[in-house]
């Protein structure tokens, strides 16, 4: 005798496929998220490293700056007889 648990009705059938498209809907949908949470993430990232950057960038001038200050002064004393101005 056949088990009807392993008898395979039309409408069964049916309904096994619209639950598998549903849940195929719902794990693309669960992706899209995934991916669009990803770019996010990468682009506050690259945000991050183009301030990093500037950060960066405008130390390194300030830097120099305090630098040739200091050159020049050493050089205005050592010129001037020893006098900063």
Request: proline share 1%; charged share 15%; no cysteine.
């Amino acid at each position: 005798m056949t088990d009807p648990n392993l008898i395979i009705t039309n409408g069964g059938f049916k309904n096994a496929l619209v639950k598998l498209s549903y849940e195929q809907a719902e794990h693309d949908q669960r992706l899209s998220r995934l991916e669009n949470q990803i770019s996010e993430g990468f682009s506050s990232i690259n945000d991050s490293l183009r301030t990093i950057q500037t950060i960066k960038n405008w130390t390194t001038g300030a830097a120099a700056g305090v630098g040739t200050a200091i050159v020049y002064a050493l050089l205005s004393l050592f010129q001037g007889g020893g006098h900063l101005l």
